[in-house]
């Protein structure tokens, strides 16, 4: 079983910025969905970003916004997150899946391994 774990949520104002992690029990560097959720409590959890063969998507409430990477020496997912506006405060929670083709998405119910979360709350 994949185990993962977020990092680096607080709480900041708007226009700020945080950089949350993502921490692997194994390696995902390939062969993997890698994606970022966030979930506003009592509200359907929504997909930000994912890489798919290393390539980004992402939400259009975060583009150009937010960055999503992957850091091959920590075996570590990265999200970047910049200008953060109080429409961002949620949970946000990391998520892989095994790539078997055709592509990633951002949805949720693909993901097979999730972290516990980590709170991110943006003041105005």
């Known amino acids: 079983q994949m185990q993962l774990e977020e990092s680096g949520g607080g709480s900041v104002q708007a226009g700020g910025s945080l950089r949350l992690s993502c921490s692997a029990s194994?390696?995902?560097?390939?062969?993997?969905?890698l994606a970022w959720f966030r979930q506003v409590s009592g509200q359907a959890r929504e997909g930000v970003a994912l890489?798919?063969?290393?390539?980004?998507k992402y939400a259009d409430s975060v583009k150009g916004r937010f960055t999503i990477s992957f850091d091959y020496d920590k075996n570590t997912l990265v999200l970047q997150m910049n200008s953060l506006e109080p429409g961002d405060t949620a949970k946000f929670y990391c998520?892989?899946?095994?790539?078997?083709?055709?592509?990633?998405?951002?949805?949720?119910?693909?993901?097979?391994?999730w972290g516990q979360g980590t709170q991110v709350t943006v003041s105005s």
């Open positions: 890489l798919d063969n290393g390539y980004p």
């Open positions: 998520a892989s899946r095994i790539d078997r083709g055709g592509g990633c998405w951002l949805l949720d119910h693909e993901y097979t391994d």
């Open positions: 194994r390696y995902i560097g390939s062969g993997y969905c």
